[in-house]
Nanobody, 124 residues
Framework: QGQVAESGGGLVQSGGSLKLSCTAS????????MGWFRRVQGRQREGVAC????????DIDDSVKGRFTISRDSAKNTIYLQMNNLKPEDTAMYYC?????????????????WGQGTQVTVSS
């Protein structure tokens, strides 16, 4: 079946940093594109960052470009989201997702595996 699980969320002041992790288990990690998404309560889920299987394709949403970085470590079956210069509007539940199809995941938000989410709260 396989699963992904996020960690690293928390409360941080505006301008601060957090690093989220997402570890995959039961998946052939190197065959999956991985992405980060977020949802503010009452609003639609939005894509934040996405990376292809071998890292040759990366998409970062304009709202976080220059502040957030996505990376992956195949030895640890883990992807990361480094978030710098956080703003109150970044407050959301952050989800990790995986798909063997980059376009489905990164353009349409259709992942085959989703984590439970980790809350990020940025205080002003």
């Amino acid at each position: 079946q396989g699963q992904v699980a996020e960690s690293g969320g928390g409360l941080v002041q505006s301008g601060g940093s957090l690093k989220l992790s997402c570890t995959a288990s039961g998946l052939d990690f190197d065959t999956y594109s991985m992405g980060w998404f977020r949802r503010v309560q009452g609003r639609q889920r939005e894509g934040v960052a996405c990376m292809s299987q071998n890292g040759d394709r990366i998409d970062i949403d304009d709202s976080v470009k220059g502040r957030f970085t996505i990376s992956r470590d195949s030895a640890k079956n883990t992807i990361y989201l480094q978030m710098n210069n956080l703003k109150p509007e970044d407050t959301a539940m952050y989800y990790c997702a995986a798909s063997t199809e980059y376009t489905l995941l990164c353009e349409y938000g259709l992942g085959s595996h989703w984590g439970q989410g980790t809350q990020v709260t940025v205080s002003s």
